[in-house]
Each structure stands twice: as structure tokens, then as C-alpha cells.
């Protein structure tokens, strides 16, 4: 966990999160999805360890074991039809990725996700007996010998011997092994597995209730990991040393209007919170191609750099104010 951050100008740089100070995280979401440490290209991923408290405080935190009311998800249970109907019926044991807190947005909505289709699962570690019919391997951006974390856990579930599911994930390079079914999340990634089957995010997916509005005009938030372009702006924070569960997050993105973030979750979160959201780049092909597989048609718009963001909404102001005229 992390201390909380400390307040930044909220004119336009404010990236302030109420967020409970070290050591008193909600016992519950960090049993389901870990205490990540902020962002750092030489911090390696963690997987929380499988244990059966995780199931509950998973259903708990993704609201289907709650009455939770007045929910949205960007797309609804039919667009993911296609991954989990041949899960239907089957025992299945879940396989958390290594990852970080938008991960844990992406292992939310699979829950529930498994949850609207009557799916039996469970938690399953790689390192345990399997009394499962198929081991169904966590969605992200982990595919390929870049994330080696995850090779390698990938590595562990093939040889318990049951078929491996890869659910809706990204392809940083090939990866060429035989798994049961292969889920791709966006269409550049087709051409490192043109076998994959082109599937949303899960986070897609994640029915969350709608928000309260907006208490601040613009927030800046990026990434300050390996996956960063350009030069890095001094001012601005990166969501995942902010966060440290998907409520977080959400509940960050929930406080703008206006969202400037080269973060693929963090923007998914101001999209789950009806907000103007702009993605950028990131180092390889992700975030432009889920934006034009997905995203634009949900209203995101992207941009290539910061500036260009900014001057966008400068032009829509500009217009703004000439219709008010």
C-alpha cells in the first residue's frame, strides 16, 4: 500500500485520491486483488496467492453478491457471449495474470462475467492438483516473452495437462503455443495470432454504478513505466501509483470531466464514469488499436500526444463559446 498522495494544483493538474493511508486499505479488495506498488519499470508484477477467502471478496467487490443498484457497463453481457458460453457447464479454474491495478479493473468484471453466465469457477494455482475441466487464464496485455511473469505462469497451467484458455488478451510478440482457444482483445494483435478470436476487454464488461459528478475540470494522469512515449511531464501523476483496487481507480476517474491519460484502464474507468476521455499512445500497438477496435465507438477519442489533447479541448471551447454567443 501507499501513503496518500499529496494535493496538486487542482486547476488543471490535480490528480488528488482519497485513498486510505498505509496499512489501512479495505481488508477486503486487497484480498482480491493485492496491494500494488507504484509503477516502476524495474518492479516486477505480483499474483496475490489463491486462497479461498479471495473467491468471496472478489464477488464482494465486483458487486454480485451485493444489491447494489443503478449499474452500467459499457457493453452489455451479449458482446462477450463468445468467450464465455463455451465455459458454460465445465468446471473452470481461473488463472490470475502477474499484474497491476488495472488488471484487477479487467479480474473484476470477469467475475461478474462468470457470475451473469452461470459459470462454476474457481481460483486456481498453478502450483495445486486441478479439479477442474479447463484452466481459463486471466485477460491483459500480457501475451508474448515480454511479460515474463506471465510466460512463465503460462508455462506452469499448460502442464497440468487440461485445456488453456487465454481470455481476451493483448500480443506484445508471438507466442506460439497451443493453447485451447486463444481470445484476442484488439484487431492489431490478430496478426501475431491470426488463429485468436477477436473478443472486448472483459473491463468492457464491468457493470459499476453510475457516479456522482465531476468536482474537477481536466485531470492529466500517465504512466511513467516502460510503456511510456514522449517526454515524461513533471506534474503529472500515474493512476496506478494512486490506486491500489479497481474501486480507487474508478472512484479517481469518476472526479473529472476531462480525461487525458495514455493509462488503457484508467481510461476505461472515465469511460465507465461518462466522462470526455482521450487516450494515448503507449510503446507498442495496444492502446491505438483498442481504441479503433473498441473504444472510438464508445465514444473515446485519441491523440498522439498531451498537446494535442489539450489543444483539442481548447478547440472545443473555443466552439463552445461561439454557440453560446
Known sequence: CRSRPSDLDSRVWDVTVDTPPMGQCNELENDAVGCHAATDVSTRCRRPPAKPSVVASLRIAAGTDSGASARRALLGPEAFAVVMEPLIGKRVGYVRPAGHVGDALIELATMQLFDTFGIRWRLQDVGDPAEVDVLAFGGGGSMGRRSVDNYSLRTQALSIGLPLVI???????????????????????????????????????????????????????????????????????????????????????????????????????????????????????????????????????????????????????????????
Open 167 to 325: 481470455l481476451p488478451q493483448s500480443f506484445a510478440d508471438r507466442e506460439y503455443r497451443r493453447f485451447a482457444r486463444v481470445f484476442v482483445r484488439e484487431r492489431a494483435s490478430l496478426d501475431l495470432r491470426p488463429d485468436g478470436v477477436l473478443a472486448p476487454d472483459l473491463s468492457l464488461g464491468l457493470a459499476w454504478p453510475e457516479p456522482g459528478p465531476p468536482v474537477h475540470d481536466l485531470g492529466i494522469l500517465m504512466r511513467r513505466d516502460h510503456e511510456r512515449v514522449g517526454r515524461r511531464l513533471q506534474l503529472a501523476r500515474d493512476p496506478e501509483a494512486l490506486c491500489k483496487t479497481p474501486a480507487e481507480t474508478l472512484a479517481l476517474a469518476a472526479r473529472y470531466r476531462r480525461i487525458v491519460t495514455d493509462r488503457l484502464h484508467f481510461a476505461i474507468a472515465g469511460l465507465h464514469a461518462g466522462r470526455d476521455v482521450t487516450l494515448l499512445p503507449n510503446n507498442y500497438h495496444k492502446n491505438r488499436s483498442m481504441h479503433e477496435t473498441w473504444l472510438a465507438n464508445l465514444g473515446c477519442h485519441f491523440a498522439e500526444s498531451v498537446e494535442a489533447a489539450l489543444l483539442r479541448h481548447a478547440a472545443q471551447a473555443r466552439h463552445g463559446r461561439r454557440a453560446a454567443a
